[in-house]
């Protein structure tokens, strides 16, 4: 596979920010949340750090790519997200991915494919509208690592209640 450009060998891969991603996911499952962690690179700098905290913030937005797309807009001082890239543990869902769109970020990189929800390619892929701005997509970035979070989170999930919370 031929590469647009060589980054410096001290720039960090998509696979160090995927792991960074995963902490932070680690960080919405020890607060029982779904674990998904995302943060948004802009020109080498990580502009913005976030998790899922639906449950807490007892809001329906509130996945990782929002957070982090709300955090960068803010830091970044504008809508607009040029020169960006979303990382995060899962496939953005339609909400999540069209957010990216809106902002124009410039590429997305997820983990796990979300074969329910997933909006760039796997239920649906909103690249497909006419729309005038398309991140570049890359999936699979330690797709094991991603899946094997949220899998073990639903694991224990699963286990019977001792808490005597619902
Ligand atoms: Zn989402």
């Known amino acids: 596979m031929k590469k647009e450009s060589i980054p410096p060998s001290s720039s960090p891969s998509d ?3 995927m792991r960074e991603c995963l902490s932070l996911a680690r960080c919405a499952a020890e607060q029982d949340e779904v674990p998904v962690g995302a943060l948004i690179v802009c020109r080498g700098q990580v502009v913005a750090r976030a998790y899922n ?3 807490q913030s ?3 937005t509130h996945h990782a790519e929002i957070l982090a797309i709300e955090q960068a807009c803010r830091q970044m001082g504008g809508w607009r997200l040029p020169d960006s890239t979303l990382y995060v543990t899962m ?3 339609p909400m999540c991915a069209g957010a990216a769109i809106n902002a124009r970020i410039n590429r997305v990189v997820w983990g796990t494919d979300d074969l329910r929800a997933g909006a760039f390619g796997s239920v649906v892929n909103l690249c497909d509208l006419p729309l005038n701005h398309k991140p570049a997509l890359s999936g699979g970035v330690l797709a094991v690592e991603c899946r094997a979070e949220l899998a073990d989170y639903f694991r224990r999930k699963r286990k019977p209640k001792t ?3 619902e």
Do not use: I, L, M, S
Request: hydrophobic share 5%; aromatic share 6%; net charge negative.
């Open 58 to 60: 007892k809001c329906a």
């Open 163 to 165: 808490k005597g919370n």
């Open 53 to 55: 905290t639906r449950e």
């Open 15 to 17: 696979e160090d920010y």
């Open 91 to 93: 496939e953005p869902c």
